[in-house]
């Protein structure tokens, strides 16, 4: 039968793990690698990981941990990640509103009012009150 890049791709993953468990070395691993990723038939992939051990299946337990120890994590900093990149946007629009203010000002020959204030102002003041006054239906505390 005729080898796929997916059974390529997971002999190069067996042979990395070896090389990682030092049963290659790296002369042996990259030679096993070219001849991976040339072979045309899953009999060529097979002979190149068949002195090696099969990998321990994953655990199931260590997963449910890495999952649950993320969502931990997040729910931590979400909170006050989320407000800190309302400012960050905040930061971009200011920037872009400035630029777009000074080059209205240097083809017109003369600073005209500086603008960009009633909406960064505003958009500010919503933020702060948003962090003085949370949404109670998001749950999150600030």
Do not use: C
């Not at 199931?60 to 990640?81: F, I, M, N």
């Not at 989320?82 to 920037?95: C, K, P, Q, T």
């Not at 000074?102 to 958009?123: H, K, N, Y």
Request: aromatic residues 8%.
């Amino acid at each position: 039968m005729r080898a796929s890049d997916a059974d390529r791709d997971a002999t190069a993953e067996r042979l990395a793990v070896a090389l990682s468990e030092g049963r290659l070395d790296v002369a042996e691993y990259e030679r096993r690698l070219d001849e991976a990723m040339t072979a045309v038939v899953i009999g060529e992939l097979r002979a190149l990981i068949a002195d090696l051990p099969e990998p321990p299946p994953p655990a199931e337990h260590d997963e449910a941990e890495l999952v649950g120890a993320a969502a931990q994590q997040s729910s931590v900093t979400s909170p006050w990640k989320d407000w800190v990149d309302e400012w960050r946007w905040w930061l971009g629009g200011a920037i872009i509103m400035t630029g777009i203010w000074g080059v209205t000002s240097i083809m017109g020959g003369a600073l005209l009012p500086f603008w960009p204030l009633v909406p960064l102002g505003i958009w500010a003041a919503i933020l702060i009150a948003a962090a003085i006054w949370p949404d109670e239906n998001s749950g999150s505390r600030r």
